[in-house]
């Protein structure tokens, strides 16, 4: 067979997959979602972006779309996981520094007292994060996360972290996939410790990660070359830094995104100020019984963010109505 | 149809047409390349990391190589072309800056004196990139980039840059996506001077482009975002920084890299040590008829490289014997 013959058959077979597949997956891929406004939206936008008669269409190479991890695809509380993570770090590191045992916020993490430890705010978490995560290679922080995600749990439900993922963004996630969207996740934490478990989790490659970083060097030891991070902030993925990184890493603005927080809000208003088909969705955390309740007045507030949602008739999920479970482990 | 049965049909259906792809690709998407060693490794690297019984297997989501620009995908004399944007951006916005007349490294380029331009190295250049390609949207640059590269061409040839791209090195990104590869660029020079128009020529997507660039902050300006660089580097993608700036963006090691100089040397090192199915590939200009010729003695030498390469039996692409046609105005 001539191979320009193979490539053109190959191709009229893929497109006719395509077709089946995309039958397939909106009719039954969003099973967590009640059938109410959200669901609806979501289904009418990836229409909206798919469909080549569409006045709004986006070719598949465009479909980007952006997820916060914190409080938009896993839990975030009573404090957003990676802390204790950390907190378990400077347990494991405290018999080489005696000088914590006096010093904030060490001092109050060694103690328990982890509302104390946070209360320095920002600078108090680089510090904990500098302490913990540099002077360490890529590789040996890699194994620490590893070791950690696969045994840690959660202090009040005491289920691994992994399990309090939400289960109709696994849903939606994959949805997104199936309709050729690129998925990234673009949260505050650190990209080095979401990296090795969340293609297992979520099924997103370590290179559609972008989250916050230390400064890291290249060399040589003993003619063995290693990456290492060094004592130094990078950047800081939140924020106004969320347009910024995806910018930066991706180069292209995303069509979609999804977050729960004013920290997210740039995200949104960069990805609504494009053209074509356009998503922005938040998730409201109103179901106190099955998760959490919380928004304006939350130490990461939902307070800017759901007015400007409300007054420019963005997506907002309200977790108790919208979803018929939290969590995979409630699947029947 | 039940859906999962549906799945099922998919995906073995989706099996064959990649045992069909495979064969077609094997055996003629490398025409421009003779059939000598470099050829030869590459076929032999490719089935080592793909066939599934091999002992090197490397699933399709490693399959990650990575590419240096100048020199290595297009032609780098008798400057890096990003240069040649440089001047004439300076040209074009001499007229708001007279001071530029008598102050280096402007005065120099604006009387055509080049070398004197470049005479200053790294700060120099650093100087004419912060003064041309800051205070400036990510938007509006794209803009400036995609008009400049469709229209400039090179002071010898005449030709358009991008038609100086090598052939067999397009074949070879090709051949590599063919068999599940994700090919990235990783070049010291801008990520946002290559975005614009490297899916075109190279087929590799914005995303997948590692290179230095300015700080940038996101700001609302009467309401609509934009994201505007800054008078400050924020990152260098040579030498040292090109494994940094994988790991940090990719989060995982590549298995190939194509380089040219010894400012890919910690690039191959970092490739070199994984484990697994390995590739490294040096190309050396060893042809002044057809394209130019230097190594150890050139401004950005290939000189550690090529003995580290010798030594490690890397394989090096001599281009005079190994290519059959550099450029793709050649083919017949």
């Not at 009573?78 to 018999?95: E, G, H, S, T, V």
């Not at 928004?295 to 108790?320: H, I, N, Y």
């Amino acid at each position: 067979m001539k191979s320009s013959l193979k490539k053109s058959l190959f191709i009229k077979s893929m497109l006719v997959l395509l077709l089946l597949v995309n039958t397939v997956f909106a009719s039954d891929l969003l099973p967590s979602w009640n059938d109410t406004a959200p669901k609806q939206a979501i289904i009418a936008f990836v229409e909206e972006a798919t469909k080549p008669d569409s006045r709004n269409f986006v070719p598949v190479e465009e479909r980007i779309a952006t997820f916060d991890n914190d409080g938009t695809l896993w839990t975030e509380q009573p404090l957003p996981f990676q802390c204790y993570f950390l907190f378990d770090r400077i347990k494991a590191l405290a018999p080489q520094h005696p000088e914590w045992i006096s010093k904030d916020p060490f001092a109050s993490v060694l103690k328990g007292d982890m509302n104390s430890a946070l209360a320095g705010g920002m600078s108090a978490l680089t510090e904990m994060i500098i302490a913990t995560q540099s002077g360490i290679t890529t590789d040996e922080f890699e194994k620490l996360v590893t070791d950690w995600i696969t045994t840690a749990r959660h202090p009040q439900t005491k289920r691994l972290f992994t399990e309090m993922v939400f289960q109709p963004m696994l849903e939606l996630l994959a949805y997104l996939r199936a309709n050729g969207f690129k998925t990234y996740l673009v949260s505050g934490g650190s990209s080095d410790f979401m990296r090795p478990w969340v293609e297992k989790v979520y099924g997103i490659v370590p290179e559609q990660v972008i989250g916050s970083s230390l400064k890291t060097n290249f060399e040589l030891r003993n003619g063995i070359p290693v990456i290492l991070s060094m004592p130094e902030l990078n950047f800081i993925s939140a924020g106004n830094g969320k347009p910024v990184g995806i910018q930066s890493h991706v180069g292209r603005r995303q069509i979609a995104s999804f977050g729960n927080s004013d920290n997210d809000l740039p995200m949104m208003q960069w990805t609504a100020a494009g053209s074509k088909a356009r998503f922005c969705l938040y998730v409201h955390h109103t179901d106190a019984e099955r998760e959490w309740a919380y928004d304006r007045k939350s130490s990461d507030p939902f307070d800017k963010g759901l007015d400007e949602a409300l007054a420019k008739g963005w997506t907002v999920v309200d977790m108790k109505n919208d979803w018929k479970i939290i969590y995979p482990f409630e699947k029947k």
